[in-house]
Each structure stands twice: as structure tokens, then as C-alpha cells.
């Protein structure tokens, strides 16, 4: 990944605190709901209830699908990033204290805390491993089509591939 796409992407991941994470239910059907995140890099967590639907979801199924954006009144202007991965909980106590703190720095408030304190929900870290960075462009062919602007595939390893609009 070349050093100014990472940088806008980490930029988009800074500025926003809320996506949309989508899960697979029993019945094969995608659930999509929206969650408040905190980020290192390209590694999001997010809260949920330890009995919750997304929860139940994802101890059958880890992948998770996820979008990041942010409303405007131009069409135009729409930017995003969707992002694939492997949602796992976090079980170290000292690894969701820090993640806590990450929370509290980012959004500016102590959300969940006593309910993580009293095991009713769980932290879940994403490491991001397929990210494509979407924007609405009068490049497209139909104004209402969304271009892919950049490609990032992270696979085994660590390795990237970038694969840019053509």
C-alpha cells in the first residue's frame, strides 16, 4: 500500500466512530447493524452484548463485513472505505483495558464500561484483511455508480496488494 493511501485511509478511520458491521445469522441471511469503533491502524474494535444476535453470529462465523462513511448533502462527494475480516473477542483483561482506554481517548467517554466489567458484553477486535476505499465520482460511467478508488488485499503475511482504479 503506498504511503499516501494509507494515509488517507487511516484519516477516514480517525475522523469517523461509527460503521456498520455485517454478520452472517443461522439462516445464511447477512445482519447489518450499526456500532461505535475504536482503531489502531487498520485493526477496529467494537462492543456488543455476549448475547446478543451479532454475538451468537459470530462465534458460529467470524467473517465480518464492514463499512465506514459519513453523510453529505453531495452526491458527489461520498467517500467510504468497506473492509472484510475475521471478528475475534478479545479475552485478555489487560489487552480490553487498553482497548478501553483507546475507546475513552477516541470518543471521549467511558461507553460500556461497567456493563464489560460485569461480563455482559464483549470486545471484539477486526484486523482488516480485504479494504477497498469507495467514492462517488463523475469519472463513473452513471452518476450514481460507486468507483472503486483503491484496492488494498492483506493477506497471509502481512503482504498488501493495492490495486488502483483503472
Known amino acids: 500500500m503506498n504511503e499516501e493511501m494509507g494515509q488517507k485511509m ?4 480517525d475522523e469517523h466512530r461509527v460503521m456498520t458491521v455485517a454478520t452472517n ?17 487498520l485493526t477496529l474494535y467494537f462492543m456488543c452484548g455476549l448475547n446478543s444476535q451479532k454475538a451468537n453470529n ?16 453531495q ?38 464500561r461497567p456493563r464489560h466489567l460485569r461480563g455482559e458484553c464483549v470486545i471484539q477486535s477486526v484486523r482488516a484483511m480485504n479494504v477497498t476505499s469507495v467514492a462517488i465520482s463523475a469519472r463513473c460511467n452513471h452518476p450514481h455508480r460507486a468507483c472503486r478508488t483503491d484496492h488494498v488485499l492483506r493477506g497471509a503475511g502481512g503482504k498488501v496488494r493495492v490495486w488502483p482504479l483503472r
Do not use: C, F
Open 75 to 112: 452526491l458527489m462527494a461520498i467517500t467510504g472505505l468497506s473492509m472484510a475480516g475475521h471478528a475475534q473477542p478479545v479475552t485478555d483483561p489487560a489487552d480490553g483495558e487498553k482497548i478501553l482506554r483507546i475507546v475513552k481517548l477516541q470518543q471521549g467517554l467511558r461507553p460500556y
Open 10 to 13: 487511516q484519516k477516514l478511520l
Open 58 to 73: 459470530l462465534a458460529r462465523d467470524d467473517r465480518v463485513s464492514l463499512t465506514i462513511d459519513h453523510d453529505t448533502d
Open 25 to 41: 445469522r443461522p439462516d445464511g441471511w447477512p445482519q447489518a447493524t450499526t456500532v461505535g469503533y475504536a482503531n489502531e491502524g
